[in-house]
């Protein structure tokens, strides 16, 4: 017995314990299935340029996982980021490549398109009341049209060298930098998420609209500035996604919607368990990456993606369920 | 003490037949564990036909557990029996068994289904599990004005429940659960057993009344009633006997003849309170620190009120008197249609521009009634929810510092006797009474000028209630003004130094010193609602 002020009860450790290893369980689960894949195909699986090249094709991917993890924080949906994604690629194909525009000038230009769907999304949800949801659906189709128009629903191919070169041209320790982008943006976003006010504000809007308004913080700007986050760095995704594979597919970024929704889920069972977090997110995404890639090396046929990344996201909404009450399910 | 006493058995006398009666409930030894904790230890009590039966207790003392076993949610542990009008129970009951034996559940949500009509909500049983291919709407109709007609309860069935006013909600949820005792009581010839669990901390002294004139038709039927309480008034004045329950054991059975309001509160708390007296004698001079004038909103018509420093004001009335909406038109958190405030002698400023966040940065402060939708955040930590109008201020070198938060929250948390005192926990993991402190704790931190509650102490046990008072006289001691809309007489008559009462949205008597009285204030509330009854208790003081 020691005279430290610490006097919690007898049956806090056991309890600890099982958070913490709530913490770390995806790591865990992702490190076995490594290891797994690793025991079945030593050579072609288990190697640095495999992981590298995992990482970096995935770094779209990932910013769109953590763009929506914004919003979900907020309480809203954004089920474009999807479309954001191809439309920001294809006008980087249909500006760069038709039209000659300069590189620099076309990111301030799909990024400002970011920002603008980002209030043409807040201007339905948070002005008109319409359910984010609603709006942000009905904007995926609006969009996917945009860039069928756009593109004649052809892919463009010769993107700009300097392009292709930041995102998979350079490299540190093996890993092209389209990864780095990835992981600033999280380091950027669990900087504001755990310790800046805002973070705090984003949360309390999220979870208690009303409490928040009535504490003084002004939830419509919180709401309309987390919509317009999503948006730009979907965008920014979309600029990475037409980077990394050289040229613009119009129809290819949708189907990063639901492996993005599912690492946003799923990471809110690890890391910081109970909460969207930018880390777990980014574990999330790659361990769903880490899967896709082994069980297509395995020879699996294509459809089991789309069961993979369907089942993972209905198995996190699940875990986070079962372990933490409700609370995943708060976002409306 | 785990019998019951004789006299309880007995039952009401005015109930024809009643002293050979069997109950019609009638559980003994029941006792529940949770994990290692003892939630409930050997509870016995008997229900008369005809009887309202009183279940009292602070949070915490087992009340709900005991109702949950009832409603079959929760498995008993071993060796307790319960009997319904003598035929032995087997337990546990499986959940919806109470509803074949005769028994109906009013939980203090109410359980009704807003957006349906008050048709679809009363029906809802007979109407979902008919076997009946079509669903005949007229039978439907006239079976819900038959029901409705039964407690003279004028409702249209094609109104939505959403639009309903609170104490029309409460009635027809008892409604609906007397309709289903009655269904069963069709079948088995035998009296059922509504049970009403906290039916009136949202209501207004009217509807208590419209409430408990429900019950006595209830119980006129031969069926009996088992209302839970935190009102100690309430109970003594409806209920033939009491049980009440202190940590999870009977702490005493009582008849309505032996019981006192003292005793009973002894019961609950197991010790004696300390009561805080308002300093004897007439109005303090005090000078204005904010005074309002012609605020109007939904209900409220223009009206004119001044609260001083270190005054602590009460805003009572009865339902739709508009009283309850002035801390939130005050705060700018509902808009105002017209208004001006003035505090501490500055700039008149329109109430119908403010905002939260102005009214925050005057140094106002706002504990809505609603706890879990307009004041805390459940799902989120104590030390998160302490500190959110003001967390910028931990934002510090381009970092939030953490460690000083909960640091800060733990002292706070000490000085509030919150328990358990762990800032990291989430609010959700506090009982009602410690996540209120919580909550007042967050704005008292911050030393506001003017404090506006309402309902401060609903769903609050006896014992943390006292620690809000002191707390709240204690800062008022300090200069802070206070803004309290209660509907309960006796909390205000406690802890203001004066009262005003509305009527009709607008406010018609006030009471100060030693007319500011629990009785005072009630009969104000009904010489307004009734003006033929003058009242010598009421005063009108000139401020």
Redesign the interface.
Known sequence: MTDTISTKPADKPAVNYARQFERIALLLVWVIIIGLFSAVMPRAFFNWGNFSIMFASYAPAALLALAIIIPLTAGDYDLSVGATLTLSASTIGVLNVWHQMPIGLMLVIVLGMGVLVGLFHALFIIYFRVPSLVVTLGSTSLMSGLVQWMTNSSTIGGIDNGLIMAAVGYRLFGIPYAFYYALAAALVMWYIF????L???L??VG??R?????????VNKVRVGALVMSGVLASGAGILYAGVLGSADPYSGLNFLLPAFAAAFLGATTIQP?RFNPWGTLVAVYFLATGITGLSMLGIPLWVTNVFNGGALIAAVTISQITR?R?AS?IG | MTGVSDQTLSGPTNHPGAPQALPVLSVSNISKTFGGAKALQNVSFKVMPGEVHGLLGKNGSGKSTLVKILAGFHAPDDGGTMQFNGDAVSLPLKPGDYRRLGMAFVHQNLGLIPSLTVLENLRLVPLTSGKALYIDWSTQDRAARQALSRFSLDLDPNERVDRLTPVQRALLAIVRAFEEIEASRAITGRPGLVLLDEPTPFLPAAGVEQLFSMVRSITQSGSSVIFISHDIDEVMEITDSITVLRDGEMAGALTRDEASHEAIVKMIVGRNLFKTARPAGGPVERPVFARISGLSGKMLQKSDLHVGKGEILGLTGLIGSGYGEVPYLVFGAHPARSGTITVDGGAELAQTALSPRAAIDMGFALLPGDRQGASGVDSLPIVDNLFLPDVSRFFKGGFMRNRAMVREAKSLGAAFEVRPNDPGLKLSALSGGNAQKVLIARWMNRSPLLLLLDEPTQGVDVGTRQQIFAALRAAAAKGMSVICASSEAEQLAEICDRVLVFSKGSICTELVGDALTKEGISEACYATAAPASTSPLTSRVAP
């Open positions: 755990d310790y800046t006010p973070g705090r504000k949360l309390f979870r208690g009303e409490v928040a308004r009535l504490n003084g913080i002004a109970g009450g609370e708060d």
